[in-house]
């Protein structure tokens, strides 16, 4: 069963300053619980692609199906972590967390328990009352990873989550998601500007590359993975 495909999919952008080939022809078919890493140089086209997948960008051409059905509107059960996060200051980390049910209006006690159980898997429990301010940047993607992850998406989208962060921090980051696939098995498009980043966390991996971006390469990743 697949759960994301895509057929020649294009996106041009008209701008003022004329037409901007950002993506495609991109043909693409993931089945569901798998992650794809999406890797290649700035302006290929791997936001792009994100966005027209998720609904909040239409393709220009192509066509795009997520669970059997042409995405035409904005997904609404899907998560999203960017580079930089999206954390209110304001707010506790529980109750940031807990933004998405608030939308949504689930109910509370058991949603409650999932957001405590995704950060307890995520290692940031101790920073659950405290403020995102007070927090490290790679804590502060593991809080936006479990807000994306609460109301157990069929979809999870990371765009470059981990580029802001020092070396170490990424190593360890990748190590934690990649725990967290185990247990989640939430389909989840990846991208990444590191290769071994990419192949560690991902069942497939793109190569993307400029003018217009197009996929030079699909490789499935045969690598052992740890079991707990
Ligand atoms: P990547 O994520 O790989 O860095 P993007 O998907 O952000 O690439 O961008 C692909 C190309 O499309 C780039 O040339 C970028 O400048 C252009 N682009 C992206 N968004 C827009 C937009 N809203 N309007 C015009 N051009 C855009
Ligand atoms: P990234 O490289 O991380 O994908 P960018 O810095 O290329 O992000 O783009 C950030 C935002 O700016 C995106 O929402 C994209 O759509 C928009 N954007 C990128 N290029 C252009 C452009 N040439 N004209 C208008 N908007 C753009």
Not at 28 to 36: K, N
Not at 54 to 64: E, N
């Amino acid at each position: 069963f697949q759960i994301i495909s895509t057929r020649d999919l294009e996106k041009v952008y008209f701008t003022a300053q004329g037409i901007v080939r950002a993506l495609g022809p991109v043909s693409i078919s993931l089945p569901a619980g798998e992650t794809l890493g999406i890797v290649g140089p700035s302006g290929c086209g791997k936001s792009t692609f994100l966005r027209v997948v998720a609904g909040l960008d239409t393709a220009t051409r192509g066509k795009v199906e997520v669970a059997g059905k042409p995405v035409t509107a904005p997904l609404t059960d899907v998560g999203i972590v960017f580079q930089r996060d999206l954390l209110l200051d304001w707010r506790s980390v529980i109750d940031n967390v807990m933004l998405p049910s608030e939308l949504r209006k689930t109910d509370r006690k058991a949603t409650l328990q999932r957001a405590y159980e995704l950060l307890e898997e995520l290692g940031v429990a101790d920073f659950a009352e405290r403020n995102p301010w007070e927090l490290s940047g790679g804590m502060r993607q593991r809080v936006s990873i479990a807000r994306a992850l609460l109301l157990r998406p069929s979809m999870l989208l990371l765009d470059e989550p981990f580029s802001a962060l020092d070396a170490l921090t990424r190593d360890q980051m990748n190590v934690i998601l990649q725990r967290l696939q185990m247990h989640e098995r939430v389909t989840t498009l990846f991208i990444t500007h590191s290769i071994p980043e990419a192949v560690f966390l991902s069942d497939r991996v793109i190569v993307m590359s400029n003018r217009p971006g197009q996929v030079l390469d699909d490789i499935k990743v045969d690598l052992p993975k740890p079991r707990t």
